[in-house]
């Protein structure tokens, strides 16, 4: 869990920048609003980044956003908005390359020694959930998907 700092930083996005349904749902004219967690240093199989978590002030939701080098400075930095998948980017599931496109722009984004990923929580089956999503992967192996 991210733990916010004791002055929390907000910052705005509009509603039509998020694609899921957000519990419980904003207005057209809500912000959404999301507090800034304390940054730490992240050591990966692919060196060492800086992490922060930006957690939804209405939902509670938590995001991770990790980030190589002086990305304000670098002339090209690397980007990539990761959908959260726990079958792919926890298990390996075969049945999607989640975890091998983390991976792969992770690799990348330390190549370039300049870059951000942005992880997106609760985003698993593309919204739906993991329930959802493993009842249509039962649905898959018996031909009815």
């Known amino acids: 869990m991210c733990t916010p700092p004791k002055t929390p930083v907000v910052v705005e996005a509009p509603k039509d920048a998020v694609e899921r349904r957000v519990t419980p749902p904003l207005s057209p004219r809500s ?38 080098g ?12 990761h959908s959260e998948c726990a079958t792919g980017d926890i298990f390996g599931s075969r049945r999607c390359d989640c975890g091998e496109q983390l991976q792969k722009s992770l690799q990348l984004i330390a190549a370039a020694d300049a870059g951000v990923l942005i992880y997106l929580r609760g985003q698993e089956g593309r919204g739906i959930g993991l329930n959802a999503k493993l009842t ?3 649905l898959q192996d018996q031909g009815r998907d």
């Not at 670098?74 to 990539?80: D, E, M, S, T, V």
């Open 136 to 138: 249509a992967y039962a």
């Open 70 to 81: 002086d990305v304000s400075t670098a002339q090209a930095p690397l980007a990539r908005v």
């Open 31 to 68: 912000p959404l609003r999301v507090t800034r967690g304390e940054p730490t240093r992240m050591p990966t199989a692919h060196g060492d980044f800086d992490a922060v978590c930006y957690t939804e002030t209405n939902s509670g939701l938590e995001h991770l956003v990790l980030t190589k």
